[in-house]
C-alpha cells in the first residue's frame, strides 16, 4: 500500500519509469467532485481517492480500514492496515480481549 502512495506522490513515476499518467495524479490533486460531507466543507473527490485541499493531503480509504495517505508538501506517504470481521467483533465482544491488530507505518524519502 506505501507503494502506491509514493506512486503518486512521484506524480506517477517509480524508478524513473512513468506508471501513471501525470494528468491522472494531477486530477486528484485538483479533485473538483464535491460530495457535499457534513463537516468537511472544503472535501473532494477524484479517482479514488478523497482530498482536502486546504489541509494539503490526499487519502484513498480501503475496506476494513485501511488507509494511504499522501502528504505532498512533506514528502510523507502514511498507510495503516486493519482488519474488523464480524466474526472478530463477536470473539472479542464474548472475552473481552481485542482480536484486531492494526498496522501503521509510515516512510518518508531516503
Known amino acids: 500500500m506505501a507503494k502506491i502512495g509514493y506512486l503518486y506522490l512521484r506524480d506517477g513515476a517509480w524508478e524513473s519509469k512513468q506508471l501513471l499518467p501525470s494528468d491522472w495524479i494531477d486530477q486528484v490533486t485538483h479533485a ?10 472544503e472535501l473532494r473527490y477524484s479517482n479514488l481517492f478523497w482530498v482536502l485541499p486546504h489541509k494539503h493531503v490526499y487519502a484513498a480509504a480501503g475496506y476494513h480500514g485501511q488507509l494511504i495517505m499522501v502528504f505532498p ?11 474488523r470481521s464480524s466474526a472478530a467483533s463477536y470473539a472479542e465482544s464474548k472475552s473481552g480481549a481485542s482480536t484486531q491488530r492494526p498496522t501503521v507505518s509510515a516512510a518518508t524519502r531516503a
Open 32 to 41: 473538483t467532485i464535491d460530495p457535499h460531507a457534513p463537516g468537511e466543507p
Open 73 to 83: 508538501e512533506l514528502d510523507v506517504v502514511a498507510v495503516t492496515t486493519a482488519m
